[in-house]
Every structure is written in C-alpha cells, then in structure tokens.
C-alpha cells in the first residue's frame, strides 16, 4: 500500500505490485500505473548456492534471459534463443549468399523467410544448412534470380523435400 489516491474514486489504498510493476486501487481496480520501471536490483539463491537476478533486462533489441558468468552468478548481458537463432541465421544467410552472388535485397528476403519459419517453430529437428539453403532457394525461385543450389549446395532429394516443406509451411 502507498500514500496514492485514487483519481477515480478517491481511495487511498493502491496496491503497489513491483514485480507486475503496476499500481491498482483496491476498491475500484481502477489501474493508476503500468510499466513502473524499479530502480533497485534484487536477487534470489536457487539451487545449488547459485544466485540470479529477479526481473528482466530490456535492450533495444528486446528481453533477454540472463547467461551464466562465473562461478553461479546469473547477469542480465546475453541473448534468448530465438535471438542467437536469429543471428546465426542471418550470419549464414549471408555467408551462402555471398558464395552465390546475391544481392543485399535477396539477402533480406531471405532472412525475412528464416524468420517466418523459425516463429513458426518450423526448424525443430531440422538441420540448420537445409533451412538456410530453403530460405535462399525460395528467394531465388520468387526473386527469378537464376542460381542453382549446386554452385554452393548439393541439391539432395532431402533438400528438395525440405524446401517444399518450408515453402508449404510458409503459404
């Protein structure tokens, strides 16, 4: 509870919640605050003796879980999965794209391709290589850039399948 009045009702007894981080009257439910960003740090002792820090760190790029450093401590500086998914996609996407001769534009389409496919958890079980090698193939059959995947991969009936699969998976 805080010293806040109500703006609706008047009351004085707000529910302060630091770990929602709002501010909610308790006689109208009426929201007063949201996204009340918490200035102190506080940590918690898990399993094992290790602690980790209560709460999320928010970049630019967006929430990001936090890595081991060291002898169990836990900081806020690393990347979630499906952000260092994202990056090796896009580091490969380039690389292979490179050794094709693409252009920055079929690069990108690309990676907007990987990026579909991995929000819809399409690369579970799949070789990374096969879905970098889709996404470019997809790219050069709806750009009309006239590359064949044996310049820099080998066109395997396994590929092919895959290919079809993300192309479906896709439409």
Do not use: W
Request: positive net charge; charged residues 15%.
């Amino acid at each position: 509870m805080t010293s806040r009045i109500c703006k609706n009702c008047g009351c004085s007894e707000i529910d302060l919640d630091q770990a929602r981080g709002n501010a909610v009257c308790t006689s109208c439910g009426s929201v007063l605050e949201d996204n009340i960003i918490v200035s102190e740090v506080q940590f918690v002792e898990g399993s094992g003796g290790i602690s980790s820090a209560v709460g999320q760190f928010v970049s630019a790029d967006g929430p990001v879980k936090a890595p081991v450093l060291g002898t169990g401590f836990h900081t806020s500086l690393g990347k979630e999965s499906r952000a260092q998914t994202l990056q090796n996609g896009k580091r490969q996407i380039h690389n292979l794209g490179s050794q094709l001769q693409l252009n920055q534009h079929c690069l990108d389409t690309a990676f907007n391709f990987f990026k579909m496919v991995v929000s819809k958890h399409l690369t579970r079980g799949r070789k990374m290589a096969h879905v970098i090698a889709a996404c470019l193939y997809l790219v050069c059959r709806t750009e009309g850039t006239p590359r064949i995947l044996g310049t820099g991969i080998t066109p395997a009936a396994a590929l092919k399948g895959e290919i079809v699969f993300y192309h479906r998976g896709l439409g």
